[in-house]
């Protein structure tokens, strides 16, 4: 059987991304990731005691699905500011358009963005 055409395979992973953060999302919106035994606790938070750049993720998806954006940020500012640009490059992966910062260098500098913002929230 062939390949599929990159354009298609580009809105079928788009399209499956989007169902599976859809049902994450109802995930978190129908079970509060405040309230014990719902979600496993973070690994590095427990070795460590330090918050990783992910602590928060999901009380900052439950305040957004709450409508309470202050909440969010102050949970999780980093994810509440990912989400436009992935949303923007998941608009262009379902016009069948390369995603957005694809690149060797725009994954190095994301990655820098993690490391710095898991210092800085410890910190501060």
Same mark, same amino acid.
């Given at each position: 059987?062939?390949?599929p055409h990159p354009t298609r395979r580009r809105t079928l992973e788009a399209w499956s991304g989007a169902l599976?953060?859809?049902a994450l999302t109802v995930?978190?919106?129908l079970h509060d990731p405040e309230a014990p035994g719902h979600y496993p606790s973070c690994p590095f938070r427990t070795l460590t005691g330090?918050?990783?750049p992910g602590c928060g993720t999901l009380r900052a998806l439950h305040d957004l699905t709450r409508g309470d954006v202050a909440a969010a /940020? &102050?949970?999780n500012a980093l994810f509440v500011a990912a989400l436009p640009p992935v949303l923007l490059s998941w608009l262009r992966a379902?016009?069948?358009r390369?995603?957005?910062l694809t690149s060797v260098r725009a994954g190095a500098a994301? /990655? &820098?963005v993690l490391l710095l913002w898991g210092v800085l929230r410890n910190l501060f």
């Open positions: 059987m062939p390949a599976l953060f859809t995930l978190v919106a330090l918050s990783c /940020l &102050a949970h379902v016009r069948g390369p995603p957005v994301a /990655l &820098a």
